[in-house]
C-alpha cells in the first residue's frame, strides 16, 4: 500500500495544541492492575515527542469488547495510574470518550499533562465508523496521531472517520511497524525466508501467496501443515487437517515450484492421542502421522532441519506457531523457531515477528522482544499489511 501521501508525527503543526491520539492500549489487567504494559510503553516516544511540543494529549483507546455497551469490567479507569507512572506526568481521566465528561476532563489538564478518555468501545457507533461520533470525537482535540497499529485494519470512528476531520499523521510506532514491515517485503536482505505456522490453512492462504512472490524460503509448520502434508500424499492420522483446502495447498506448492521457492515442511511430528497434555507422547520417524495420533509439534529432525536453513537466511519473517505450545509437550519447536531467530539476530540478519501468537511463544519461552530485529504489536494488521491489504486506519490518513 501507498504511504507517501500519510504525514509523519513530526510533519504536523502541534506545537502547543490539544492532540488526540488513538492508542492500543489494549492491555490485560489482573485485580484491576494491568499486568504488562508492553503496549504503552510501545508509544514512549510519540507521547515524550508531543510533551516536548508542549501539548495537552488526548489519549483514545478501547479495551477488550464491551460490544457497545458500557461494563464497568471494560474499563479504562484502571490503566490511567499506569500511564501516569511510565510517562511521569499526571493523568485526568474522563468517564466518557466523548461529551461533557471529556470536554471537562480536558479542561482540566493543563499543556504537557494526558487525558484518559473511557473505552471507546462502550459506543457502538465506535465499530460501526459513525461518522457522527467521529464529530463528537474530533471535539476533543485539535491535530490527530494514529499510534494504534494494532486497529489500522478495522474502519472504525477513531481510526476511520475520525481522519476525516482533523489534520493528521501516524506516531512513531507506525511508522516503525510500516517501514519494518514494508521495507521488509520491497527490499529484503537475501535469502528471505517466511516461517507460517498456527492452527488453519484457511486463515493464512492469502499470506502463503502473497510471500511466495517475495520469499527464498517458505517454512511452513503447525497445524496447517497437515493440509500440505496431505496434498504431498503423507498420512495425517487424526491432525488437524482442512481436506477442502488440499487443492489450495497443492497450488501454493505448484507456485512454489514455479517460482523457484524452496518448501520446508516437517519431516517428523510429536504426537499424541488427544489435544492433551496427560496423554502420551510419542514422535514419528517420517512426516507421516499414524492412525489415531495427531501432530502436535514438529519432530527434532525437522527442527534441525528449519534451524539449519534458517541461519543461512539475511531476512525471516515468522507469524504463527509451529506446535500447540501453550502445552509443555509440545512447546519445544515454536521455542527452537524463536531461539533460531535470536541466533540470527546475532548474526546480523533482520527477523521480525508478525505479531499474535508468536510473541506468547516468545514469552513463554522467557525470551526479550529485543532479541529480534522488530515484534509487530498488531496480529491481525501485519498480516493485513504483509498480504497487500489496504488498511482503512492508513489509508483515511492519505491526503
Ligand atoms: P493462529 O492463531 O492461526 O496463529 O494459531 C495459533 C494456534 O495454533 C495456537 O493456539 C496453537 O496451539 C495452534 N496449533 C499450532 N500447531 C498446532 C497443531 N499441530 N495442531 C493443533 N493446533 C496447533
Keep these: 500500500m501507498e504511504l507517501k501521501n500519510i504525514k509523519k508525527i513530526q510533519d504536523l503543526d502541534l506545537k502547543n495544541k490539544t492532540v488526540l491520539v488513538r492508542v492500543d492500549y489494549n492491555v490485560p489487567l489482573e485485580n484491576g492492575v494491568v499486568s504488562n504494559n508492553k503496549r504503552i510503553t510501545a508509544t514512549e516516544k510519540t507521547i515524550k515527542y508531543l510533551l516536548d511540543n508542549n501539548c495537552k494529549i488526548v489519549l483514545m483507546a478501547h479495551l477488550g469488547r464491551p460490544k457497545g455497551k458500557v461494563n464497568p469490567e471494560f474499563s479504562l479507569k484502571p490503566v490511567a495510574p499506569e500511564v501516569e507512572k511510565i510517562f511521569g506526568v499526571k493523568v485526568h481521566f474522563a468517564s466518557d470518550c466523548i461529551g ?6 480536558i479542561k482540566a489538564a493543563k499543556n504537557k499533562e494526558i487525558v484518559l478518555l473511557e473505552n471507546l468501545r462502550f459506543h457502538p457507533e465506535e465499530e460501526a465508523n459513525d461518522a457522527n461520533f467521529a464529530k463528537e470525537l474530533a471535539k476533543n482535540g485539535e491535530v490527530f496521531v ?12 477513531s481510526t476511520s472517520a475520525i481522519a476525516k476531520l482533523l489534520p493528521g499523521g ?14 521488509a517485503l520491497a527490499n529484503p536482505k537475501r535469502p528471505f525466508a517466511a516461517v507460517i ?17 517475495k520469499v527464498n524460503v517458505l517454512v511452513i509448520g503447525g497445524g496447517m501443515a497437515y493440509t500440505f ?4 500424499g503423507f498420512t495425517t492420522g487424526k491432525s488437524l487437517m482442512e481436506a477442502d483446502k488440499i487443492e489450495e495447498a497443492k497450488a501454493v506448492l505448484a507456485k512454489a515450484k514455479s517460482k523457484g521457492v524452496e518448501i520446508l515442511l516437517p519431516v517428523d511430528n510429536v504426537c499424541s492421542t488427544e489435544f492433551s497434555n496427560d496423554t502420551p507422547v510419542m514422535t514419528t520417524k517420517d512426516a507421516n502421522v499414524p492412525d489415531g495420533q495427531m501432530g502436535l509439534d514438529i519432530g527434532p ?8 536453513k534458517l541461519l543461512e537466511c539475511k531476512t525471516i519473517f515468522w507469524n504463527g506457531p509451529v506446535g500447540a505450545f501453550e502445552m509443555s509437550n509440545f512447546e519445544k519447536g515454536s521455542f527452537a523457531i524463536a531461539k533460531t531467530m535470536a541466533a540470527a539476530t546475532k548474526k546480523g540478519a533482520v527477523t521480525i515477528i508478525g505479531g499474535g501468537d508468536s510473541l506468547n511463544v516468545l514469552k513463554k519461552a522467557k525470551m526479550k522482544t529485543s532479541e529480534m530485529s522488530h515484534c509487530s504489536t498488531g496480529g491481525g494488521a501485519s498480516m493485513e499489511f504483509v498480504e497487500g491489504q489496504e488498511l482503512p486506519g492508513l489509508v483515511a490518513l492519505a491526503k
Excluded at 461533557?100 to 476532563?105: N, T
Excluded at 529432525?301 to 539449519?308: P, V
Aim: glycine fraction near 8%.
Design 170 to 183: 501516524i506516531g512513531f510506532l507506525v511508522q516503525k511497524e510500516v517501514e519494518f514491515l514494508g521495507d
Design 146 to 157: 494514529q499510534e494504534a497499529f494494532g486497529t489500522v485494519h478495522r474502519a472504525h470512528a
Design 100 to 105: 461533557k465528561p471529556a470536554q471537562d476532563a
Design 301 to 308: 529432525k525437522t527442527i534441525e532441519l528449519f534451524d539449519k
Design 229 to 232: 502434508l496431505k496434498a504431498q
Design 197 to 213: 505456522g498456527g492452527a488453519k490453512v484457511s486463515d493464512k492462504i492469502m499470506v502463503l501467496n502473497t510471500l511466495i512472490d
